[in-house]
């Protein structure tokens, strides 16, 4: 694999959507709630921003928008500036825990690209997030959680498999990827997400979204 999703790079746009329900209805909530701050011509860096899909439809919204996308896989940056070639983009191949930005953005948005830390990881990805906005600015994140408790969390994961084998995926490759729950990928809990975003510093802490085992979250520095 070219990058920690469950995809190469090149088929990523075609097949994620077999994987995860509700996939663009993840950026869908992301926009909405952005065009709904009120922003003027906003800095916005996209950290794991993938294939760059996120910032094509924002940009097709709002064209006023400043993106830097980041991403730690160099796949999917090229996939990404392919697919945004001709716009005033800046690039930059690093994962969240390694950004390197001080108060510059008015929006970080981290979509589905967080699961892949463990706990301190994760708190660290997201004190860079909250570091690199400025006071003010909201960050953004779509996640693969848990559920609160091992029965509903077994239920859930049954529901995502139907989910998966019913958008064509074979039962092998659904138990490998479920496998990456614990391995692969570590999801939280939705309150753990909220107690985590607390603990980092935003004032505000919220649920933006959620279905399946996926949730979004929004919190203001
Ligand atoms: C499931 S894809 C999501 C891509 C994109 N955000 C989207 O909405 O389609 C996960 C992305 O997270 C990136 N990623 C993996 N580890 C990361 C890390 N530590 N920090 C930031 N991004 C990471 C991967 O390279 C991949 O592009």
């Not at 997400?193 to 979004?216: E, P, R, V």
């Amino acid at each position: 694999m070219d990058n920690s999703s469950s995809y190469n790079s090149d088929i990523y746009d075609e097949k994620i959507t077999s994987v995860l329900p509700y996939y663009r209805e993840y950026h869908t909530q992301v926009i909405d709630l952005v065009r709904n701050m009120g922003m003027n011509s906003p800095e916005w860096l996209d950290t794991g921003c993938g294939t760059g899909t996120l910032a094509l439809r924002a940009l097709s919204e709002m064209p006023g928008i400043r993106f830097t996308l980041a991403d730690p896989s160099e796949n999917m940056l090229d996939e990404a500036k392919a697919k945004l070639d001709g716009r005033d983009i800046r690039y930059v191949n690093a994962p969240s825990d390694k950004l390197p930005f001080i108060a510059e953005f008015d929006i970080i948005t981290a979509i589905q690209s967080h699961h892949y830390y463990d706990i301190n990881g994760r708190k660290q990805a997201v004190k860079r997030c909250f570091d690199a906005l400025k006071k003010g600015g909201v960050f953004v994140t779509f996640e693969n959680i848990r559920m609160s408790s091992d029965i509903s969390d077994a239920i859930a994961v049954t529901r995502w498999k139907t989910y998966q084998k019913e958008h064509g995926r074979s039962p092998e490759d659904v138990e490998a990827h479920i496998a990456r729950r614990g391995t692969v990928m570590f999801p939280i809990t939705i309150e753990e997400h909220l107690d985590m975003l607390k603990k980092c510093g935003f004032a505000t802490a919220d649920i933006l979204w959620t279905s399946y085992l996926q949730a979004g979250f929004w919190a203001v520095k």
